[in-house]
Nanobody, 123 residues
């Protein structure tokens, strides 16, 4: 069982930056791929970025490529999402999730989920 806790959300102006963290309770976390998803009000939960267990491979959705960076520190059981040049359309609840698969994009392939952290970008 892997428990995930997100932190780092908040209110920021357009063009600003935030860094989200996803901390895991289990050392097994280091063997899981981790993804970030987001869900805006009235919309489906969508994929944002993912990182392989080793950190050697990453994947991003087109709307965040070049602005967001996913990274991990397995010694700290933590994955990060650095978000720069934020836009109002990035406003959502952000979730991290863990999967025992190479680098999944589909949310159904993730086994463990955190509770989410709110990110609000004002114009």
């Amino acid at each position: 069982q892997v428990q995930l806790v997100e932190s780092g959300g908040g209110l920021v102006q357009a063009g600003g930056s935030l860094r989200l963290s996803c901390a895991a309770s289990s050392r097994a976390f280091s063997s899981y791929a981790v993804g970030w998803f987001r869900q805006a009000p009235g919309k489906e939960r969508e994929f944002v970025a993912a990182i392989a267990w080793s950190g050697s491979n990453t994947r991003y959705t087109d709307s965040t490529k070049g602005r967001f960076t996913i990274s991990r520190d397995n010694a700290k059981n933590t994955v990060y999402l650095q978000m720069n040049s934020l836009k109002p359309e990035d406003t959502a609840v952000y979730y991290c999730a863990a999967a025992n698969k190479p680098l999944p994009v589909a949310k159904d392939e993730y086994e463990y989920w955190g509770q989410g952290t709110q990110v609000t970008v004002s114009s």
